[in-house]
């Protein structure tokens, strides 16, 4: 086929193209909505189930 030619090989220039790295602290605005999408969860998990869907359930059993 074609010979290696390193020249044509694709190299991140300085790094913008790349993912950011993981593994650090994350940066305040993303505890800050790891927070509140923990709070809604909580809200919502912890919330009546209403009549209506309760009687819809037991119909399918």
Same mark, same amino acid.
């Not at 090989?9 to 999408?37: C, E, F, V, Y």
């Given at each position: 086929?074609? +010979? $290696?030619? /390193?020249?044509?090989?694709?190299? +991140?220039?300085? *790094? $913008?193209? =790349?993912?950011? =790295?993981? *593994?650090g602290a994350a940066p305040q605005? /993303? #505890?800050?909505?790891?927070?509140?999408? #923990?709070?809604?969860? =909580?809200? $919502? $998990?912890?919330? /009546?189930i209403p009549d209506d869907l309760?009687?819809?359930? #037991?119909?399918?059993?």
């Amino acid at each position: 086929m074609f +010979p $290696a030619d /390193d020249k044509n090989k694709a190299t +991140p220039s300085n *790094g $913008a193209d =790349q993912p950011p =790295q993981m *593994g650090g602290a994350a940066p305040q605005s /993303d #505890r800050n909505i790891g927070d509140a999408l #923990r709070r809604v969860y =909580q809200d $919502a $998990a912890g919330e /009546d189930i209403p009549d209506d869907l309760l009687d819809l359930l #037991r119909k399918l059993d």
